[in-house]
């Protein structure tokens, strides 16, 4: 390890894109309220950003740059902390800065009047700065470390409206849901340090990491003299997975992200769907030669159930914010797919394409709601501003919103010239070549992605059609005349950035083929895969017909109003609304129980354990009562017997000494008398 | 005369003059208190600096820093020898942390106090008798001198609670008091036993010294403690019994599950610089009277009996933590809180791993900011309102924004955020634990995780109070009245709290500053109890 002095230049300008939101986290700390201003927020994230382009441009497909220091040592074992360069973190590092920046910008328009803004940009930034912390370093210690504090950042942003009673429900709700994930990495750090001695991620997972190098010969899992039961090498995955089914939003675990929707939706936007959930895919990806086939089986079902799931709930639910929430769940599950199946850069490249339409989609949903919002002071009328049913034909008030909404649902939902097409073929191709190798049952997965395809085609059409088609519904509610307007251009702006990078030529030339996407070719290519042809011609043409169909279904429904009404009184239909009766059922299995338990328990301390140390106590003081008793009664008694007998006698004989001569006389004769016959006797 | 000396005596020498001074100059009992805290601050801080962390003592005369040894007591008992008690301190890693803990929690419980006005004479004298007695335990190096340093200790805490605390406090100073006193009388005969089963190697005559109960090749053949015959009392290994009985002595202070009732009563009952002192300091003396003697003396029934420690350290960890769950004071919730990380520092002492023990030492180190601060907190409360049942509160936040913001960073800390000292703690606590079974055997894997599960419900817990008590809109069971007497953080508090979340950060992000002053103490544990082992 040499300990110099020199910081090379890349690692530098990562220390300051890393340290950049942190200097503004101070400055909005030690500001406190006088920091209303979203400026030093935004400067630092703009120099957050020029640093990552510079990094992308210099170490992408380049060398790997790897620094660390000492950083503390317990016993022998020396921990460092430091910072890795490589494409995935280099990549990561751009992504999280390029959603950042407009986010930031047009936090500063939507979140403009604000009581609380100083504390909103303190947050934003704090989560940056664990964010970036997170994706640069080079242990899995500090790796957790920043794995936590962007939970606690979501924690504090979800609740950023404190005086909120579901705000504050939901945020404790994510933390508590997050805390069993971390939880499950930290106990895959104990057992990956415990069979390795070490957390550094290069010499772990690097191109000849140890962790491949150890031997699993299915009994026992040793490497250098080390050795567990095999079971443990299953274990640590499914550890590290369940922090990532946690942060990712996994069912199930799932339940905190739509509650999370309590939040600002410019948090929503960045956090809660660009770059906090994906940071489990993430991890996942860093960790990768961790996992074994029963790992990565796992991780493809539950990826392929969630996204199934949280697809046919997100058909029903008629909160604009939360539609989107369970979009975003259902996308997550498609990335975990591609990291169950070995495809790693697939699951990275519909995580990238994933953010910025994603973003672009809260974004939009942001403005709306905005203006709603706008419109609900100035009408002084009561309705629910992110209810969807009370919007529609939105398009005639808000063309932009309308079209770049248009652009990002069609990422969303898969179609030709869009970034999601490329990214969400790429995975599903991919899940179909998987599933003949594995033949039998596992041809489900893909089938299930398919269907999920499908299904979300029909949700963001539904999301469309409701909200920019249609008439107005609030004008029909109240009998009025009322119209919302464009949102602020600063909102604009970011959203038009965004709605770019939505767009295929960000990734690829040709806007049908992901083998030509630049980005999939910073990966490693698993070989193992056989290429089956036909699937990379059927798969894209078959998804793409059945989501026109289903385009034109919702179109029907929708925009033209021929909503079959029968179907939402079935019982499907109230299973997805209430989504799966999940919170009800975590309420009683978990909920419930834990607090019973606990005020089980308590009463088993009050009673039963401290109750015995009264009752120890009590029975002592009531030994001691009866040993005073006995002290006062028996023994003193004796005591004070004897001395009254004395006394008594004392008494008698006092009688006797009365000063009276005749006394004495008689006395003396009474003597004399007995003397004179008993000696009598003798002689 | 030694530093040591001087940081035992010093707050003596206050408690002599508040006590000499008459009470017409009662105001200025509070600064001689705080004057002799802030010196006994500075050399602690001064001593932790000039430590050497390469040096390891535990069972090395020589390792050990500021060393001080003067013949206190000869008496000569005839047949039996010559009882001798040294005054003998000094320090080692173990201890090092602890003088600067015992000066800075001393300082924040005398800021708490600030405020008294109830017999000002009595109240210091007592808190600096206590600080004596503290500072003496930790440095004590010879049985004796450390016993009687121990049982000083309880006397100022009895009267401390019993006088200056809440509408039960008689009670609780009771039980408080028979409690560990029950633990430290049969800690008498232990301490005895082994006066008589070991001998000074250089004057031939029985010793307390502690470092010659350290090493096996001192105790004299067939004697009680000796670990090469196996003397059995009641159809129990001596060495067992002795143990045992340290060990519950010690653990009463930490305390354990099911020896820990003393400890919310006490702490409701007390006065808040006395919750203060009592979670902040007493309960390590517990954990570092483990170490320094139950595990020092008695290496191989540690070893043996590592499995038991390590399930009553995860059996605290969940119990202290569901009770927490269902507290309503807040004070008791913060109580049994502690008993559930104490629970912690027992797990990683019972791995006998590096990772292990050290991440013990470093929670008692951090949860003796932690605590101090939380209890501080909530003493802030009850000073205002004279209430502290959390459902009585709502949306304090609105109210005392500085106020929330201390509470939610200690409650972020003691849940083990990163950044803070606690996690760093919790982390290798866990990772020690788990570590155990393929370094040594001790304890099985399933405890760590047992152990985790903790920090999910301390999560839980603290969480929920936020929740239901600072966040929300304001509803006060006080209503107007509350809402005038609830103002948020003032000067003296904030100089208290500063401190206190600057140290649990320090320490959370450069953990080095304790690591490598207990590093080598602890690997010469670890090698002291693996020899015996061998």
Not at chain 1, 654 to 679: A, D, N, P
Not at chain 2, 1 to 15: E, K, Q, T, V, Y
Not at chain 2, 439 to 456: D, E, H, Q, T, Y
């Amino acid at each position: 390890m040499e300990y110099s002095t020199h910081i090379s230049l890349p690692v530098l300008t990562a220390l300051f894109a890393l340290l950049a939101p942190l200097c503004s986290f101070c400055i909005s700390a030690i500001g406190g309220k006088s920091v209303k201003s979203g400026l030093p927020a935004t400067v630092m994230i703009v120099g957050s950003l020029l640093a990552a382009i510079f990094l992308f441009a210099k170490v992408w497909d380049g060398d790997v740059v790897h620094q660390q220091v000492s950083w503390f040592r317990i016993g022998e074992t020396e921990f460092k902390a430091g910072i890795i360069l490589n494409n995935l973190s280099v990549l990561m590092l751009l992504l999280v800065c390029v959603i950042a920046l407009p986010v930031h910008i047009y936090s500063i328009s939507y979140m403009r009047g604000d009581k609380g803004i100083h504390r909103y940009w303190m947050y934003l930034s704090l989560f940056c700065f664990a964010m970036l912390g997170l994706v640069l370093v080079d242990n899995l210690l500090l790796m957790y470390i920043g794995w936590e504090l962007v939970g606690f950042a979501s924690y504090l942003l979800i609740g950023f409206w404190f005086t909120k009673e579901a705000a504050i429900r939901a945020n404790k709700k994510a933390f508590l849901v997050n805390r069993i994930g971390d939880l499950g990495f930290l106990i895959g750090i104990a057992i990956v340090y415990s069979q390795f001695h070490t957390l550094d991620l290069l010499t772990l997972f690097g191109d000849n990491g140890i962790v491949k190098q150890a031997v699993n010969d299915g009994i026992t899992w040793s490497f250098s003299g080390r050795e567990m039961p095999a079971a443990w090498l299953s274990i640590a995955g499914i550890a590290f997975f369940l922090g990532a089914m946690a942060k990712s939003a996994q069912f199930p675990f799932h339940i905190w992200l739509p509650d999370a929707m309590e939040g600002p939706t410019s948090v929503s936007s960045l956090i809660h769907a660009a770059t906090m959930v994906a940071a489990g895919v993430f991890m996942l990806v860093r960790i990768s030669p961790l996992f074994d086939d029963i790992v990565l089986m796992a991780i493809s079902a539950v990826g392929a159930f969630t996204a199934f799931m949280s697809a046919t709930i997100a058909l029903t639910q008629r909160d604009i914010k939360k539609i989107l929430a369970f979009s975003t769940i259902s996308q997550l599950g498609f990335m975990m797919v591609a990291i169950g199946i070995g495809q790693y850069g697939a699951a990275i490249f519909h995580l990238v394409t994933h953010a910025f339409f994603k973003c672009l989609l809260f974004l939009s949903a942001g403005a709306i709601i905005h203006e709603m919002h706008h419109l609900k002071e100035v009408s002084r009328l009561d309705f629910n501003t992110q209810d969807i049913n009370n919007m529609g034909g939105l398009r005639k008030f808000m063309p932009k919103t309308f079209c770049l909404t248009l652009i990002a649902a069609l990422a969303l939902a898969g179609l030709p010239l869009s970034a999601g097409y490329l990214s969400k073929d790429a995975i599903l191709i991919y899940a179909f070549e998987w599933a003949e190798m594995h033949q039998g049952i596992w041809m489900i997965i893909p089938l299930s992605l398919l269907l999920t395809s499908a299904l979300t085609a029909f949700y963001i059409a539904r999301f469309v059609f409701k909200i920019f088609f249609g008439v107005f519904q609030l004008k029909t509610t109240f009998n009025k005349n009322l119209h919302l307007h464009e949102a602020p251009k600063w909102m604009l702006y970011p959203m038009f950035f965004l709605g770019i990078c939505s767009l295929f030529p960000l990734f690829s030339y040709n806007p049908f083929l992901f083998e030509d996407v630049w980005l999939l070719k910073g990966f490693e290519i698993t070989e193992s895969l056989q290429r089956v042809n036909i699937y990379h011609t059927i798969v894209p043409a078959a998804v793409n017909s059945i989501s026109i169909v289903v385009i034109f279904l919702a179109w029907r429904w929708y925009a033209r109003f021929k909503y079959p009404t029968a179907l939402s009184s079935g019982l499907l239909y109230k299973f997805s609304v209430s989504q799966w009766y999940l919170d009800l059922a975590y309420s009683r299995l978990i909920v419930k129980p834990t607090q019973l338990i606990s005020r089980f328990l308590y009463g088993v301390d009050r009673q039963l354990v401290d109750g015995t140390v009264d009752k120890l106590g009590r029975i002592i003081v009531g030994f001691s009562g009866v040993a005073a008793w006995l002290d006062r009664y028996l023994v003193d008694g004796l005591v004070n017997g004897l001395g009254k007998c004395s006394f008594a006698v004392g008494d008698f004989l006092r009688g006797s000494s009365k000063g009276k001569v005749q006394h004495y006389m008689f006395s003396m004769f009474l003597i004399f008398l007995i003397v004179l016959l008993l000696g009598l006797k003798f002689f | 005369m030694n530093w040591l000396s001087i940081l035992i005596f010093l707050p003596l020498l206050a408690a002599i003059l508040v006590l000499i001074l008459p009470a017409s100059l009662r105001v200025a009992y509070k600064y001689f208190a705080l004057g002799a805290c802030i010196i006994q601050l500075v050399i602690a801080a001064y001593l932790y600096g000039q430590f050497n962390g390469a040096l390891a003592g535990v069972s090395t005369i020589d390792t050990y820093q500021y060393v001080e040894k003067l013949p206190w007591i000869r008496l000569n008992l005839g047949s039996l020898g010559l009882l001798e008690v040294d005054y003998f301190v000094g320090v080692d890693g173990f201890s090092v942390l602890f003088l600067f803990l015992t000066a800075l929690v001393m300082l924040i419980a005398v800021i708490a106090s600030w405020n008294i006005d109830k017999q000002l004479k009595g109240f210091f004298a007592l808190l600096m008798l206590l600080n004596t007695a503290i500072m003496g335990v930790f440095v004590a190096l010879d049985f004796f001198l450390f016993y009687v340093f121990y049982e000083v200790m309880l006397l100022p805490l009895y009267f401390l609670i019993g006088i200056w605390g809440g509408a039960r406090r008689e009670y609780a100073a009771i039980k408080f008091f028979l409690y560990t006193l029950l633990g430290s009388v049969f800690m008498l005969l232990v301490m005895v036993g082994l006066y008589f089963s070991v001998t000074d190697p250089s004057t031939g005559h029985h010793t307390f010294n502690m470092l010659h109960m350290m090493n096996p090749a001192n105790f004299s053949e067939g004697s009680i403690f000796s670990p090469f015959v196996n003397y059995e009392l009641f159809g129990v290994s001596a060495r067992l019994l002795g143990f045992i009985i340290l060990f519950i002595a010690f653990a009463i202070k930490v305390p354990i599950v099911p020896l820990h009732t003393w400890l919310p009563d006490a702490h409701v009952e007390a006065p808040t610089p006395v919750s203060i002192i009592l979670a902040g300091i007493l309960l390590k003396v517990g954990g570092y009277g483990i170490l320094r003697i139950c595990f020092s003396i008695f290496p191989d029934i540690a070893w043996s009996s590592a499995w038991w420690l390590g399930l009553i350290g995860v059996i605290s960890i969940l119990y202290g933590a569901l009770n927490a769950l269902a507290q309503q004071d807040l004070k008791r919730l913060v109580a049994y809180s502690s008993v559930s990380h104490m629970g912690f520092v027992l797990l990683g002492v019972a791995s006998l791993t590096p990772e292990g023990l050290s991440g013990a030492i470093f929670q008692m180190i951090s949860h003796g900011f932690l605590s101090a601060m939380l209890f501080f907190l909530v003493g802030m409360l009850y000073d205002r309102v004279h209430d502290r049942m959390i459902y009585n509160f709502r949306g304090l936040a609105s109210l005392m924004p500085t106020y929330t913001a201390f509470v939610a960073i200690g409650f972020f800390a003691s849940l083990g955020l990163p950044g803070f000292s606690a996690f760093i703690a919790e982390a290798f606590t866990i990772i020690g634990a788990f570590n155990a079974e393929s370094v040594n055997g001790l304890i099985p894997r399933w405890m760590a995780i047992g152990g985790s599960v903790g920090i999910l419900l301390s999560a839980a817990y603290f969480l929920w109070t936020l929740q239901r008590m600072f966040f929300g809109n304001t509803r006060l069971k006080g209503g107007e009245e509350w809402q005038r007497l609830l103002y948020d953080v003032n000067r003296r508090e904030a100089i208290a709290l500063v401190p206190m979340v600057g140290l649990a950060l320090i320490l959370g992000i450069m953990p080095s500053l304790a690591f490598d002053k207990i590093n080598a103490s602890v690997l010469s544990l670890i090698n002291l109890v693996n020899t015996y082992h061998q």
